[in-house]
């Protein structure tokens, strides 16, 4: 089907398309007005410091293993946990009065709850990492999962 003129109806502009371009062509010349030599060369120096981290983190094999074990949705439970603990351990240590120590402070620290979860997580870490690093140095330093 074609227009009086000849020409198909989707090739034909309206005068809304017309306005839209006027729009953004405004737009643009607007952000290229606000924009100084200064603000585009920090822009482009910032971009190319951006592009230049991201090939060194993409490169980096502990950081992407990292990046892809704490993408589980398991480990990211524990990491919201952790973030919790840590927001909570920065409240609670400025306002405790500071550790007398001794043996009786090791004690009433022992007794607490969550001590020994606590103590057992670490361990269960420390075993855990302790294992790897025998293997990374057992078979040379890499190490696929």
Do not use: F
């Given at each position: ?19 839209r371009?006027?729009e ?48 589980h ?25 500071p ?6 402070g ?24 302790g ?15």
């Open positions: 089907m074609t227009t009086p003129t000849g020409t198909p109806p989707e090739a034909q502009v309206s005068a809304d398309d017309l306005k371009i006027a953004l062509a405004s737009l643009y010349a607007a952000a290229q007005d606000a924009l100084t030599d200064d603000m585009v060369s920090r822009l482009a120096s910032a971009m190319s410091e951006g592009i230049t981290l991201l090939d060194r983190m993409t490169r980096n094999e502990g950081l992407m293993r990292l990046l892809q074990v704490l993408d949705p398991d480990v990211q439970c524990h990491l919201i946990s952790l973030a919790d603990s840590v927001g909570k351990i920065t409240r609670e240590m400025a306002t405790a009065p550790s007398k120590g001794g043996l009786t090791i004690l009433k620290l022992a007794m607490e709850p969550g001590t020994q979860e606590g103590l057992r997580a670490m361990s269960i870490v420390g075993k855990h990492w294992e790897g690093l025998r293997e990374l140095h057992r078979i040379g330093g890499k190490k696929n999962r």
